[in-house]
């Protein structure tokens, strides 16, 4: 049986465990959430055990990456499975602190962000949130001093912006994507899937079903705008409100005009009555 995770809720306390680890060789790996952990967390969670000698998990919902219309407050918060999920996968820090720890008065410093960032994609929709990201990411990377990060594909601009803002500022991480884990009829895993009713859970996964058949469509040579169209059409019919659904450069996330312009991602953006969702494919 391993220890139980340390649970640190301070920055003296973060330290504190922090200067432990370092004590002793070994690699040190960090996976941000925002708690409401799933298998997919728990996939990053099994890949960091394998990369690093330490595991530190950050569980924090934070405000600075919602806009004031959308859902901070009824963010699903589940701390104590969470806990007791990370305490069986043999994590040994979870780093917890509260919004005035991260945030206190008089904070004024935003990390701004471009390339990735403003890709139009979720950007686009939600212009608020790569700084919000950046910033928090950023703040968790400096505080934690991780060797790796881990970060699922399934946000997969948010991805990119991160892994560009730690080369960037030399932070000294090496920032991992790991594949997203789907649920067994292919709706990509997200904490904000207990939003959906049994109706809309029912239909959600044929944003996964199209972006496969259209990503097939374009491996077998068909026109990319004709693909695209069709595959937004289905999205559509099955009582989605498209974002967008795009077929960008894997690594710049730049538009393409042909599947020779590659390495491609198929990336969608859509609402299921009030729940937001997104994924993304590799063609
Ligand atoms: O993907 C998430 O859960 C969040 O955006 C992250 C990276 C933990 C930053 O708050």
Same mark, same amino acid.
């Given at each position: ?8 809720? *301070? ?7 922090? !200067?432990?680890? /370092?004590? #002793? ?23 960091? #055990? ?8 950050? @569980? ?38 509260? %919004? ?5 008065? &008089?904070?004024? *410093?935003? @990390? ?15 212009? /608020? ?17 991780? !060797? ?5 594909? #399934?946000?997969? $601009? ?5 892994? $560009?803002? +730690?080369?960037?500022?030399?932070? =000294?991480?090496?920032?991992? &994507? ?15 899937? %207990? ?7 029912? %239909? ?8 496969? +058949?259209?990503? $097939? ?11 695209? +169209?069709? =595959? ?27 599947? #020779? ?23």
């Amino acid at each position: 049986m391993s220890r139980p995770p340390i649970i640190a809720r *301070t920055l003296p306390a973060l330290r504190r465990a922090l !200067d432990g680890f /370092h004590a #002793k060789s070994g690699a040190i790996a960090l996976v941000p959430t925002m708690g409401a952990l799933h298998d997919g967390h728990v996939a990053l969670v099994r890949l960091a #055990k394998r990369r690093a000698a330490r595991v530190a998990v950050s @569980i924090f919902v934070n405000p600075s990456q919602f806009a004031p219309t959308e859902d901070f407050g009824s963010y699903p918060r589940t701390w104590k499975a969470d806990v007791a999920r990370l305490a069986a996968e043999g994590v040994d820090l979870i780093w917890n602190p509260d %919004v005035k720890t991260m945030y206190p008065a &008089g904070f004024a *410093t935003r @990390i701004l962000t471009e390339g990735p960032a403003t890709a139009g994609l979720e950007d686009r929709f939600r212009p /608020h949130f790569f700084a919000g990201v950046a910033t928090v990411v950023g703040k968790l990377f400096m505080q934690c001093r991780p !060797d790796i990060a881990l970060f699922g594909e #399934k946000d997969f $601009q948010q991805l990119r912006v991160v892994a $560009q803002m +730690a080369r960037d500022l030399d932070l =000294g991480v090496r920032v991992i &994507g790991a594949p997203t884990v789907r649920e067994r009829d292919g709706l990509a895993m997200s904490s904000r899937n %207990v939003y959906l009713s049994p109706e809309q859970r029912r %239909v959600a996964p044929v944003l996964y079903r199209t972006m496969k +058949a259209t990503a $097939q469509r374009l491996r077998g040579g068909d026109d990319l705008d004709a693909a695209m +169209a069709g =595959g937004a059409e289905l999205i559509t019919a099955a009582g989605f409100a498209l974002d967008y659904f795009e077929a960008r450069h894997a690594q710049t996330l730049a538009p393409v005009q042909s599947i #020779k312009d590659g390495p491609i991602r198929l990336l969608v953006a859509a609402m299921l009555g009030s729940t937001r969702l997104i994924d993304n494919v590799a063609v």
